[in-house]
């Protein structure tokens, strides 16, 4: 990893995370992430987002910042768009390693220094419209973006050259090797970072929907050049390219969702399956495409993903204990709290002894607004005219999905 020189002074800096670690804790990162830096040298120098001492994280920026002719105990001031520990979790370390450095970010961002890292002396809150005086003609110039992802959430600009440091926004799952920049990855490499930035995008930020779009209507009226965020690609030749990616995502919580269907099933000894098969060859009759995964089997973090974007949803599980299959109840609590809203649904499922699922499943639904089908539930195995039933299902859910 090495610096990257965006103008002849702003360079991009970043750790490539490799790690079993979970992401949030939460989200499985098997392609990695990077954690993004950006130095800005006018008479004064300032270092926007920091990075957790985390995979060797502090060590690459240290060097980067080498690379680029400058200490860390040389940078005056240090930006702090958004105070999530995967940016400032080595902030302590760092102040002890360069403690005359002002630290900026809004108001509610200090706070969070506070209490996060005890830090009290050398801070510096802003608010929309101020602006740092690098000096040299290097001005930088603070937005703020709340909820986007966090509620101290801003965004840094520099007029001169158009970058916009967007931190989480704009941003995606996966590392990038040697190289930063949009117009240094292939369109095979970009199919993946694409994809990789859906599943950020479903995992971390889709709670916040509403706040992406007002965030984006709001930057429209910067002449935005670059977009550097602080997760994956640097955007220098074509940044409507993510930030109307990023729009498209945001629109996918009430619609318009992709004309697929996502399938998202359990089953425990292979009843509920036989079914779903039905409803799959249904759902093949009508060339709706699909994406299915079996829970807990795959990680909630890829379910969301094809869920999010997908216009119809298909849930198959059988009942469990009186109630839903488990892992299934967690799928759709997720569901709700990342808002996969107002899709096209059918629920199906066998029970063994006595249902039960219909009545948590329908209470956990009832905030999705989703158009569902009717649901179809069996005793043991499926029927030949249950399978019949299944498969007009899938057929009917899939001509919604057209039609919608
Ligand atoms: Fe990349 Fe919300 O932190």
Not at 17 to 22: F, K, N, Q
Not at 53 to 69: R, V
Not at 351 to 373: F, I, M, Q, R
Request: hydrophobic share 40%; charged share 25%.
């Amino acid at each position: 990893m090495k610096a990257h020189a965006i103008t002849d002074r702003i360079y991009a800096l970043h750790a490539d995370i490799d790690t079993a670690d979970l992401f949030e804790g939460i989200w499985p990162i098997p392609h990695g992430v990077s954690l993004n830096s950006y130095l800005v040298k006018g008479e004064k120098v300032a270092l926007i987002d920091l990075v957790r001492d985390w995979a060797g994280a502090p060590e690459a920026l240290e060097a980067e910042i080498a690379q680029a002719g400058l200490f860390l105990d040389k940078i005056d001031y240090l930006i702090l768009n958004h105070l999530e520990p995967d940016h400032t979790g080595w902030l302590a370390e760092y102040k002890r390693r360069n403690p005359k450095v002002e630290i900026i970010s809004t108001a509610k961002g200090i706070e969070l220094v506070k209490s996060f890292y005890k830090i009290t002396e050398g801070l510096r809150a802003v608010k929309s419209g101020d602006i740092l005086d690098l000096g040299g003609g290097m001005v930088l110039r603070f937005e703020e973006a709340p909820n986007v992802h966090w509620p101290e959430t801003m965004v840094t600009y520099e007029p001169e050259s158009g970058v916009l440091f967007a931190c989480d926004a704009f941003g995606g799952y996966g590392k990038l090797g040697d190289r930063v920049f949009d117009d240094q990855f292939s369109a095979e490499e970009h199919a993946f970072f694409e994809k990789e930035s859906l599943r950020y995008y479903a995992n971390i930020v889709s709670s916040f929907g509403l706040f992406v779009k007002r965030a984006v209507q709001k930057l429209s009226a910067l002449d935005i050049k670059v977009v550097a965020p602080s997760h994956g690609i640097v955007w220098r030749k074509n940044p409507k390219e993510i930030i109307e990616r990023y729009v498209k995502y945001a629109n996918y919580m009430d619609g318009p969702q992709e004309k697929e269907i996502c399938v998202v099933w359990g089953s425990m000894y292979g009843n509920t399956k036989k079914g779903l098969d039905a409803v799959i060859a249904g759902i093949e009759e009508e060339g709706v495409p699909y994406s299915i995964h079996r829970v807990p089997n795959e990680d909630a973090s890829f379910v969301l993903a094809d869920a999010y974007k997908s216009a119809g949803i298909v849930v198959a599980m059988p009942t469990y204990e009186y109630k839903m299959f488990p892992p299934m109840a967690y799928i759709l609590s997720l569901f709700e709290r990342k808002h996969v809203w107002n899709r096209k649904a059918f629920r199906l499922g066998s029970w063994g002894w006595v249902g039960g699922a219909k009545k948590e499943y329908d209470e956990l639904v009832a905030p999705l607004k989703w158009d569902s089908l009717e649901s179809e539930e069996w005793a043991g195995g499926p029927d030949e005219a249950k399978l019949e039933a299944l498969r007009e299902k899938g057929r009917e859910l899939a001509r919604r999905v057209k039609s919608a």
